[in-house]
């Protein structure tokens, strides 16, 4: 049987509900910053990172959502994990082959406290928490999964990242006894991520342990993956091994794979175009709703997240910097 997590919070379900659309006006505004989202892939440095605030309300309007929840079977059968296949029941159909226990992390870089740790070293101390987030993947589709895990923030800062740590990388793990998908040379194995640091140290950004009350499944990332609700899900790195605090923008899998079709960034926006499919409305698998005939529904900007994020990226042209 899968591992329960400890109870939330008594107060969990107190959380304010989204809030996206209640300054018309304002939100009107944070769109001005990206209809002209494209192609390009990325840099090796990007434009300075904004001082944005988020206070405590607007951080917590994101953490939950009142849409209708994808169905656990479908949320852990319908997957994007190469390292275990490149259909989308592979993962959840392969041996369960993956170890995790024990697990460890190392985090290095610019900071004054680097190490490895064992998994419940790195996470000592951190109740999780359950966030409810939309996820938008690239190809077209979206699901509403109630995950559980530790704000990034809440691990990064343990580390004390100084004054060069611009980026936050991240590697997950690859090794063809345990991913039978590492193998083939589908990608420059091992898969690679990374945020600029003030996205990483956002509120929304999540290191995710869990979904459905439960432990991470193999084929969802475990033991331990990262979730950043306003970016396509390829962003959402699985099996994480190491954190790195770099100063330049690192190399992510999928860019280097396809530069002009994957930036750095990949912010959620139905203004802009995949070059080969529009990104103008979702498949959301929610409830009973087949995977193959769910309902299009339009998509949002920053995925419905503009509130909270929208402000990272004030005076950056986001066309440019995809």
Known sequence: MPQRHPALPADADAITEEAVYRDRRRLLAAFGLLPTLGLAGCSEAAPPA????VTPAQAKSGFRTAEEQTRELDATTYNNFYEFGTNKDDPANAPKTLRTKPWSVAVGGHCARPGTLALEDLLKGLPP????YRM??????SMVIPWLGVPLADVLKRFEPTSKAKYVAFTSLADPRQMPGVRVPTL?????EGLRIDEAMHPLTLLATGMYGKALPQQNGAPLRLVVPWKYGFKGIKSIVAITFVERMPKTSWNMSQPSEYGFY???NPAVDHPRW???SERRIAGSASKLFAERIPTR???GYAEQVASLYAG???????
């Open 50 to 53: 904004s001082k944005a605030v």
């Open 129 to 132: 928490q359950e966030r409810i």
């Open 136 to 141: 938008r993947c690239v190809e077209g589709w």
């Open 188 to 192: 420059d194995w091992p898969y690679r």
């Open 266 to 268: 990949s912010n959620v």
């Open 278 to 280: 529009s990104q103008k």
């Open 301 to 303: 900007p920053f995925n």
């Open 316 to 322: 950056m042209d986001l066309k440019k910097w995809f």
